[in-house]
């Protein structure tokens, strides 16, 4: 059954490519559905459809994406969460879409709502209160992926087109520095590199529980990877004749599994030399790059901060794909442009705080870990004036930086009026 629906014309828009790879591989009976909808309706004819809301997010569902916003007038898009047990026996943070739209035609702007909890608020819908959003400022967000970002009001659109006018972070800009993103070892398909205690020429597999914003856990390794078996998993067919790998030296991660109904989305770290990662842990290609300490801690210190945060969170559901990454609108600052050093600085001293990262705290002109911050207190102010900072660095008006703060309810309120605070007294 799988094979025929993989190989059919009938289900042709099933499987995506984006950035020359495919996705959504996986058959989804979500995706069969709206295809053959679809399919089945004549010329004006309509469709209303209840179903998961990756149809507007996934990767996987851009080619349906493509169909719908270029073959057919959208004419609604109702997002709401399972939180009063619309269906029983699912998860209360699944978040379902109605889905309408009209064959024929192409689609310039629909009506939309999301996060709603009352089915009641559908019989009003579309009204003058709901958003309506281009689909030329969606290609302009999600270039790669066409994906929908979950827009709570007008003002969600306003500051994502202020934003917009920086390069996405998966553009290759000459002159500048790019990023690379990989992941390497697998927990199932590599469990057989896995090795249950520590030992001579064995490095510890890095996993995402080892690491929160800025900072490491209290989880230790639970594997272990003897390093020339790893070393040979990760060159593949090239020969090995010694030459320095990226798990040698320090590296900008960040974990994978992510919902945007958490206290925070985008967890982003920088790790020790020495250390291998596993999947659910996406890793930058340093050498391959050629990106230095100060630019990873430069993107380490943004992708923690709430603007960006807010960025993913309209996008994100459970999975923080690289993809997502990728399309992160980023400013390619570097050493001597303003707030770049600022940045870099307050990055280290949150980071470096063990003697693993003395390379590191001197590559970047902070001296030691010595100088690295521990107290709490301290670190909650490095972090508020990095958020302020970052909040000027993308131009936002006080008024907007406040709205994305209250967009993140689980967050400590003292947190948020501090960072708030900073970027007033940065004026």
Request: glycine residues 8%; contains cysteine.
């Amino acid at each position: 059954m799988s094979a025929y629906y993989r190989s059919s014309p009938q289900y042709q828009n099933q499987i995506s490519v984006v950035n020359g790879k495919k996705q959504g591989t996986d058959i989804n009976l979500y995706k069969l559905f709206v295809e053959q909808c679809f399919n089945l309706l004549r010329p004006g004819g309509e469709c209303g459809i209840v179903i998961p809301s990756g149809i507007y997010t996934d990767l996987g569902a851009k080619q349906l994406r493509e169909i719908l916003f270029g073959k057919t007038q959208v004419t609604g898009l109702f997002c709401f969460e399972n939180r009063r047990a619309i269906f029983e026996g699912v998860d209360s943070r699944f978040k379902f879409v109605v889905l309408t739209f009209q064959k024929g035609g192409e689609t310039q702007q629909f009506p939309a709502e999301f996060m709603r909890h009352d089915v009641a608020d559908l019989s009003k819908f579309p009204n003058s209160e709901s958003l309506s959003i281009s689909v030329e400022l969606v290609r302009r967000l999600s270039p790669d992926s066409i994906s929908v970002m979950e827009f709570k009001g007008e003002l969600d659109i306003h500051i994502a087109e202020k934003m917009a006018r920086f390069p996405l972070l998966g553009e290759q800009i000459p002159g500048k520095w790019n990023l690379k993103l990989t992941r390497e070892f697998d927990i199932t398909n590599d469990s057989h590199f896995f090795q249950q205690s520590p030992g001579v020429g064995r490095l510890p597999l890095f996993t995402g529980k080892m690491f929160y914003q800025f900072e490491r856990t209290n989880e230790q390794p639970i594997y272990w990877i003897d390093e020339q078996e790893g070393r040979k998993a990760l060159l593949g067919r090239r020969d090995d004749e010694g030459q320095l790998m990226d798990y040698q030296g320090y590296r900008l991660v960040h974990r994978r599994i992510a919902r945007n109904t958490d206290s925070r989305t985008m967890i982003a770290y920088i790790t020790p030399p020495m250390v291998f990662t596993e999947v659910n842990s996406t890793t930058i290609k340093v050498i391959e790059t050629g990106i230095s300490n100060q630019e990873m801690l430069f993107i380490c210190g943004l992708a923690n901060s709430f603007v960006l945060d807010w960025v993913l969170r309209q996008k994100v559901s459970t999975t923080l794909n690289m993809f997502y990454i990728y399309q992160l609108p980023v400013p390619r600052l570097t050493a001597g442009d303003e707030y770049f050093d600022d940045i870099v600085s307050r990055a280290a001293k949150l980071i470096c705080t063990a003697p693993e990262f003395d390379d590191l705290a001197k590559s970047v002109g902070i001296g030691s870990h010595k100088n690295g911050v521990t107290d709490a207190g301290e670190r909650a102010k490095l972090r508020a004036e990095l958020d302020g900072i970052i909040a000027h660095l993308y131009g936002l008006t006080e008024s907007e930086f406040s709205h994305i703060l209250g967009t993140f309810p689980i967050v400590d309120e003292a947190v948020k009026a501090a960072a708030l605070a900073e970027f007033r007294r940065l004026g």
